[in-house]
Structures are given as structure tokens and as C-alpha cells.
Nanobody, 115 residues
């Protein structure tokens, strides 16, 4: 059984920062990527950032220069440092793990940016 668990969401004021964390456990042995997506109610889930086991990262244009992804595929952990947050960053953030055993998702953590 595989578990993907996110943490670190919450309420933050515009311009503030948050750090999301994700850890995967269970029968995952060959992680090749880990990343974050987000979804606003009524809209499609969108890629925020992703990092490969070789450390290559990719970001949505809307978060470049503000968010930083880091991860350790061996430890099956990934983090998302979010700075200069805007109201439009408000969403449920989902962690995803890509592995040769399959692709897995967490249940999401709410991030709300509001004054």
C-alpha cells in the first residue's frame, strides 16, 4: 500500500510565504519524479512544479521566481517553498509521485492567501 501525505498548508497574507512538504511511503522503490499540482474548485488541476530524480525542475510560468521545489527521490520527500504569495495562488495543492511502480497522489492541502 502506498501513501502520499502533504503538510504545511494554511492561511497566509498576500506577500507572505509557506512551505509545503510531502512524503511518500509504502511500496515505491523507483521514484523518477515528484511534484506539486494545484486545483481551484471548478477548474482543472494544473502543474505548479516538478522535479526529477536527477534534480531537473520545471515550473509553471505563474510561479517562476516565487516558488522553489526541492526533493530527495531516495527519501521520497519533496518540498515546495512558496514566497511572494498572491491571492491567485489560493488552491488545494496536491503532491504527486511518479515511479516505475505507478503514479500516486496525495489528498491535498489547502493554501489560502488572503488579508
Amino acid at each position: 500500500q502506498v501513501q502520499v501525505v502533504e503538510s504545511g498548508g494554511g492561511l497566509v497574507q498576500p506577500g507572505g510565504s509557506l512551505r509545503l512538504s510531502c512524503v511518500a511511503s509504502g511500496s515505491i522503490f523507483s521514484v523518477y519524479s515528484m511534484g506539486w499540482y494545484r486545483q481551484v474548485s471548478g477548474k482543472q488541476r494544473e502543474l505548479v512544479a516538478i522535479i526529477t530524480r536527477n534534480g531537473i525542475s520545471n515550473y509553471a510560468d505563474s510561479v517562476k521566481g516565487r516558488f522553489t521545489i526541492s526533493g530527495d527521490s531516495a527519501k521520497k520527500t519533496v518540498h515546495l517553498q512558496m514566497s511572494s504569495l498572491r491571492s491567485e495562488d489560493t488552491a488545494v495543492y496536491y503532491c504527486t509521485v511518479g515511479s516505475f511502480e505507478g503514479d500516486y497522489w496525495g489528498r491535498g492541502t489547502q493554501v489560502t492567501v488572503s488579508s
